[in-house]
């Protein structure tokens, strides 16, 4: 039985696709859940929000700051914007913000191709340095509200593999970034999801949890496919119905007495969100007995 009783539980809303969010919420509610991650279609409305996720019982666990942190021209957008997403999570009682980078065209078209890591297209020093700057520049706006920025890993962006994500942790300080861990973006990308978590499991503050159809991702590579080709086949899948070893991932934050969310993110079901979420809620209640 995996030890972590401060661990939040939440579901994310992106498997269900043309269905009325306040309707996804009580889905969410109804199959356990405590919380949910977005609902920034009300960033200029959090009251009403505030409403939706209250009636069902529900919290805000963080939001999506996606961006091109590593571009001099577009940077401080994407801080501006990042720092406003911050806010609204803040409003809502959250106190973390999920941050990922993009990519270009290339990459879009090229993900998990590399498994090995040391990709050819990625970037360079005057990138990494744009990128890393922009980072600390958003880590203290986040601190200075009460908000711990954390980095999302994602395929098909500029921190896909393992040495990018490395890469960038080093080159920011811990107590401006954490770590929010996908799962299946780390596995899809390359690298072993359990030694990431063991590595960087202090710094591990939200985390993105799926599991992944190893077959249906070796396709993907051989083929030649996008992400998107790739979810349509099963890339991501229930928790315990793939490949990784999600047991010795929260496992491997029991040291560190992890306190975060366990958000669980179903890219694209193949059997229908809320049998997915049930699927991978009645995985979470037999290995952490709740």
């Known amino acids: 039985m995996i ?22 919420l009580r889905e969410i509610a109804e199959t356990g859940y405590e919380g949910a991650e977005g609902g920034t279609a009300y960033l200029d409305q959090p009251e009403i929000y505030r409403q939706m996720l209250a009636s069902n019982d529900l919290k805000e666990a963080s939001a999506y700051a996606g961006g091109a942190y590593y571009d001099p ?120 999801p359990v030694a990431v978590y063991r590595d960087y499991a202090p710094r591990i503050r939200y985390m993105h949890f799926k599991d992944a159809n190893a077959e249906a991702i070796e396709r993907a590579r051989r083929e030649r496919m996008t992400q998107g080709q790739c979810m349509e086949i099963g890339g991501f899948c229930e928790l315990g119905r793939g490949a990784i070893d999600l047991e010795a991932c929260l496992a491997a934050l029991e040291p560190v007495d992890y306190a975060g969310w366990i958000m669980v993110e179903q890219d694209r079901s193949l059997i229908g969100p809320l049998q997915s979420a049930r699927v991978s809620r009645a995985w979470l209640r037999e290995r952490m007995g709740r």
């Not at 939440?10 to 498997?15: D, M, N, S, V």
């Not at 078209?109 to 990128?131: H, M, T």
């Open 73 to 192: 021209a577009r940077a401080p957008a994407a801080i501006e914007q990042a720092h406003c997403l911050a806010q609204f999570v803040k409003m809502l009682g959250g106190d973390v913000l999920c941050v990922a980078c993009n990519g270009n065209e290339q990459r879009r078209q090229s993900p998990g191709f590399y498994p090995d890591g040391n990709r050819p297209d990625g970037l360079d020093e005057d990138g990494w340095r744009v990128f890393a700057d922009s980072m600390k520049r958003l880590g203290e706006a986040c601190l200075a509200i009460g908000v711990r920025a954390a980095f999302h890993n994602h395929i098909g962006t500029f921190v896909e593999t393992r040495d990018e994500l490395d890469e960038l942790m080093r080159r920011v300080e811990p107590e401006l970034l954490g770590l929010a861990p996908d799962t299946g973006h780390l596995f899809y990308g390359g690298a072993d």
């Open 3 to 24: 030890n972590l009783p401060q661990a939040k539980l939440g579901c994310h809303p992106i498997a269900w696709r043309g269905v009325a969010l306040g309707d996804v």
